[in-house]
């Protein structure tokens, strides 16, 4: 019995020193993270509850002020609108297409390799290189127009980044454009996976490729859908450097390509100098977020997608 229980205080002092050693290893981490994540969101939120004046370094306590405000700024409005729209716009389109391009390319076509290099391409360009790339495609003298004209689709070019009901359509199509190469590539990682025996009991029970694509593949690709869900959600919410340098900054033309990201900017520092506000804004953003992640892994059956 004496044995036993010095055994046991033995395994337990062993326990408690890697545990310590453990939490040495991690402190680095840790003080790096409470630095630079936990103190700044601590100043954010001090921030929220202020009006700042940078350039005085006055801080005057507005309580619930900057919280209120959000219901009646019209611009906060217009930003949110777009941003949602944009989100409701691009992650379903990126997804169903990375999807399909994802089971094509696994399947037994003739230069697959080819096409799977040809399609991750658009991942390895620089957001802002591609946003210049599709302002000249898209301008009025650009190829776009250009195409449209020669197939007499229209008279005369249109100036895609300077009309209103345009100018975020363009942004959306970039955006598309150049994420679905990477949800492609988690998708093709997951189809690699799949055991071929499921589909050669599908075809014994004279399914076919569309039945076999429906009843086994998407409830199968199930869990990287949802972490593909919850990366576009939160991917196009934070959307800020494609609709900053295809509008110089000012969300324009009349607001349509503002988005809360590019809002928060302009108000922390544009000519406003409401750094106060736009730490509400910041933290309204974030907690958006933290409720469509939930949600997603909720939807995913509590199962942990991150």
Do not use: C
Request: glycine fraction near 6%; proline fraction near 3%.
């Amino acid at each position: 019995m004496e044995k036993e229980k010095s055994k046991k205080r033995r395994y337990t002092g062993f326990e408690k020193k890697e545990h310590r050693q453990g939490y040495l290893f991690l402190t680095p981490a840790i003080v790096i993270l409470t630095i630079f994540i936990g103190l700044s969101v601590l100043y954010v939120v001090y921030l929220s509850f202020h009006k700042v004046n940078l350039f005085t370094k006055q801080y005057t306590f507005v309580g619930l002020q900057n919280y209120k405000r959000v219901f009646t700024d019209n611009i906060a409005r217009t930003g949110l609108i777009n941003t949602l729209k944009f989100s409701a716009v691009v992650v379903p389109v990126q997804t169903v297409l990375a999807l399909v391009i994802s089971s094509v390319l696994n399947s037994g076509i003739k230069g697959k390799y080819f096409f799977r290099t040809v399609y991750f391409l658009p991942t390895l360009t620089s957001s802002s290189a591609l946003t210049m790339i599709f302002m000249f495609m898209f301008n009025v003298s650009g190829p776009i127009n250009k195409l449209l004209i020669d197939t007499h689709l229209i008279s005369k070019g249109i100036n895609f980044l300077q009309e209103p009901q345009f100018a975020l359509r363009v942004i959306m199509m970039m955006n598309i454009w150049s994420t679905i190469p990477m949800y492609t590539t988690m998708y093709l990682a997951s189809l690699q996976d799949l055991p071929a025996s499921m589909y050669e009991a599908a075809e014994i029970d004279g399914a076919g490729s569309l039945k076999k694509f429906w009843f086994i593949t998407i409830p199968y690709l199930k869990p990287i859908t949802t972490y593909v869900l919850l990366t576009s959600v939160i991917g196009t919410l934070q959307m800020f450097d494609q609709a900053y340098i295809f509008s110089n900054g000012s969300g324009g033309p009349e607001n349509s390509t503002l988005t809360v990201s590019l809002m928060i900017y302009r108000y922390a520092f544009g000519t406003q100098n409401a750094m106060g506000y736009a730490a509400t804004l910041a933290i309204i953003l974030a907690v958006i977020i933290m409720l469509i992640s939930r949600l997603a892994e909720k939807a995913n059956g509590e199962e942990r997608i991150y």
